[in-house]
């Protein structure tokens, strides 16, 4: 199957999300981003990777961090001195995301992709979501996170990226109105999770 459409997903922490796009992109044959936006963002804007790292889909952190850590992101578009760094990181991102975006198809996976993208026509939105003790279940065993930490960790990690993506985005994360499309992972699998959004990619495209 060849398209021309764009996807964004965001997910729930241990719902498969990852793994659901790196999957559709790979029976799409288009390019997919994830943590690898983080490399080509700081590569495009200048500032170092470690610096994107640490603030990647996390909330905002305080100014005083931010004035800190400053220095080692001069660089990037002169008319963004007078940002705190946290906008400065997510700014390169957006930008990044953008750019990407306008060369072809391809997959992005969290970090507001489908905010950055919402004037592009050709775009699906998508948010991967699991009942909580099936999430529990995935990052014990697949990310080998123990027992008595992976309620925390999974609490914590969902937190962050609701508060990165609430931050910065004028929509709210994990609401069905923010979406084009909510799936729920552990219904449909990982298998059966790509077959939709494929199926969903075919009527958008069939309209055209």
């Not at 100014?63 to 390169?92: E, I, Q, R, T, W």
Request: hydrophobic share 35%; glycine share 6%.
């Amino acid at each position: 199957m060849s398209t021309n459409t764009i996807i964004t997903i965001e997910r729930q922490y241990g719902s498969g999300g990852h793994l659901i796009g790196e999957k559709l992109a790979e029976s799409l044959g288009i390019p997919f981003y994830d943590s690898e936006l983080i490399k080509v963002a700081a590569k495009e804007s200048g500032i170092c990777e470690e610096i994107f790292e640490s603030f990647d889909e996390k909330p905002t952190t305080s100014f005083l961090y931010s004035l800190v850590m400053d220095p080692y992101s001069l660089g990037y578009n002169s008319n963004s001195f007078d940002l705190p760094l946290n906008h400065k990181v997510f700014l390169a991102a957006f930008d990044t995301i953008k750019e990407l975006a306008s060369k072809g198809p391809c997959v992005f996976v969290g970090r507001c992709a489908d905010y950055a993208l919402e004037d592009f026509d050709n775009c699906i939105s998508v948010y991967v979501h699991a009942p909580f003790e099936d999430r529990i279940k995935r990052i014990e065993n697949e990310y080998g996170i123990p027992n008595g930490k992976s309620k925390e960790m999974l609490m914590k990690k969902d937190k962050q990226r609701s508060s990165y993506y609430n931050y910065y985005s004028s929509n709210k994360w994990g609401d069905a109105k923010s979406y084009d499309l909510c799936l729920n992972s552990s219904y449909l699998g990982i298998d059966g999770s790509v077959d939709l959004i494929k199926k969903i990619i075919a009527m958008k495209e069939s309209e055209k």
